[in-house]
């Protein structure tokens, strides 16, 4: 569990990883302090299962829940709920049933929740993920995972013998993009000519297409496999293959206990008990936060035993470095797949992060467009 802090503190550490830059929006009109207990829902895309996004997010949910008590919280959670109308009518029925604070956990659900944040400008809604559009009563949170994919692609760099790495990924969206593209500017620090085999599912969950994925990968030659996608399918190939795979999302030792290298996850609770603090003490303002390892808002998960000692370290100072703002991965001169220069020199700003649409040198596959 994430150690609380105040939101003065939580917004003055948030500040060195986005908030600032990103802004606030002021004029929501709070009517006073919430009542107690004060209700909260939120909207999943997919079932919760044993490991994955929407688990984190309901992780997230159940600290909030722990660290404010029955007394001051009341939950609601609404899985597998499709974007759309689907969406639009779950986050309608929430607020008509007096939740005051609502979470819409995936980047579908963008449209659906500003538009009905509109029917309700009391009720104050958060939009995970997805392209930052903040009116008075919506604000957007989104974690910077490309910073753990950088250092899970440091790990993969160094116990690679291949220098093949297969990668399942759901939707080609700027997240997934930058995931991508982050993970092979770490491996190849140590391969430089190292490549990274995409092959796309093209839907947010399917373990089927997921697991076929990651087995055309494995005849490719690819000795470490890992994934942006919402199963733990690809976990249980490599653990019944023999295959090392670095997870993402969420702990997946329960699944590969023998052959999860180490891997990336998000965690939300400490955000959540925040933003249901603030509603409470009737000083919520909508903000676009995009958090990242300082922030706590991505962490690294243990490394295996099978990782050397020296590769460890290698591996933890990375993070360190991230951690500390010494080490940013989309800094310096970037290179695109067909050798066009992305960028000479400096750090990637966030709106060009936000709308990535390129691979970087290193990357194998196409990118639909």
Do not use: C
């Amino acid at each position: 569990m994430l150690k609380m802090q105040s939101r003065r503190a939580l917004l003055r550490g948030l500040g060195a990883v986005g908030v600032g830059a990103l802004g606030l929006t002021d004029g929501w009109a709070q009517p006073g302090r919430a009542m107690s207990p004060l209700k909260v829902g939120f909207v999943y895309p997919t079932l919760i299962n044993s490991a994955g996004a929407t688990y984190q997010h309901d992780q997230g949910r159940l600290i909030m829940e722990r660290n404010l008590g029955d007394a001051a919280v009341q939950t609601t959670h609404l899985d597998n709920i499709a974007e759309g109308v689907t969406a639009e009518n779950a986050l309608r029925d929430l607020a008509r049933q007096g939740h005051q604070l609502i979470f819409a956990t995936s980047p579908g659900y963008v449209e659906a929740t500003l538009k009905v944040a509109r029917e309700f400008p009391a009720v104050a809604f958060e939009q995970f993920g997805g392209p930052f559009k903040l009116i008075p009563n919506v604000s957007s949170y989104n974690a910077r995972l490309y910073e753990g994919r950088f250092v899970a692609g440091v790990l993969a760099g160094q116990m690679s013998k291949s220098g093949r790495i297969g990668y399942v990924a759901s939707l080609p969206q700027p997240e997934v993009i930058q995931g991508i593209n982050a993970f092979t500017l770490g491996f190849r620090l140590s391969q430089p000519q190292g490549q990274v085999l995409v092959r796309w599912t093209n839907v947010t969950m399917d373990a089927a297409k997921e697991r076929a994925a990651a087995q055309a990968l494995l005849d490719q030659g690819v000795d470490i496999l890992t994934l942006h996608a919402g199963t733990t399918a690809m976990a249980e190939l490599a653990e019944a293959k023999g295959v090392r795979f670095i997870s993402y999302h969420s702990d997946m030792r329960h699944i590969a206990p023998s052959m999860q290298l180490g891997g990336v996850m998000h965690h939300w609770g400490n955000y959540y008990t925040e933003q249901a603090k603030a509603v409470q003490a009737g000083r919520w303002k909508s903000q676009a936060f995009f958090g990242g390892i300082r922030a706590g808002a991505v962490r690294m998960l243990p490394l295996s035993p099978a990782v050397p000692p020296e590769v460890q370290r290698v591996v933890k100072e990375r993070e360190r470095f991230i951690a500390a703002g010494s080490l940013q991965p989309f800094a310096g001169r970037i290179l695109d797949q067909d050798g066009k220069v992305r960028q000479a020199s400096g750090t990637m700003k966030d709106a060009d992060l936000l709308k990535m649409d390129y691979w970087v040198q290193g990357v194998q596959g196409p990118l639909p467009r």
